[in-house]
């Protein structure tokens, strides 16, 4: 059982930058792909960026793509998804997920299912 936490939240202007973090425990992070996810008030929960077990191959939702990165630290077991030039419509939860199974391509992180999924964290653009 993996339990994924995360952090970095906040309050930003329009046009900042905040880092979030999310912290797993109870499995081993090298093993499972991870991923960003977002759910606005009154939206449904979208894809934000995903990354390998390895690091390697990165995948963005076009909405952030050129503004957010996502990285991984396996020795800390952490992921963290960088965000550039916030806007307003940024607003929502993020959520981290993890899954242990093999994924191949944009559609497989973006799509395919996750076992595991934090908390939450709140992030709020002003205009």
């Known amino acids: 059982q993996v339990q994924l936490v995360e952090s970095g939240g906040g309050l930003v202007q329009a046009g900042g930058s905040l880092r979030l973090s999310c912290a797993a425990s109870?499995?081993?992070?090298?093993?499972?792909?991870m991923g960003w996810f977002r759910q606005a008030p009154g939206k449904e929960r979208e894809f934000v960026a995903a990354?390998?077990?390895?690091?390697?191959?990165?995948y963005y939702a076009d909405s952030v793509q050129g503004r957010f990165a996502i990285s991984r630290d396996n020795a800390k077991n952490t992921v963290y998804l960088q965000m550039n030039s916030l806007k307003p419509e940024d607003t929502a939860v993020y959520y981290c997920?993890?899954?242990?199974?093999?994924?191949?391509?944009?559609?497989?992180?973006?799509?395919?299912?996750?076992?595991?999924w934090g908390q939450g964290t709140q992030v709020t653009v002003s205009s």
């Open positions: 109870g499995g081993t992070d090298s093993n499972y792909r």
């Open positions: 990354i390998s077990r390895s690091g390697g191959p990165t």
């Open positions: 997920a993890a899954d242990l199974k093999y994924c191949l391509g944009y559609a497989c992180y973006a799509r395919n299912p996750y076992a595991y």
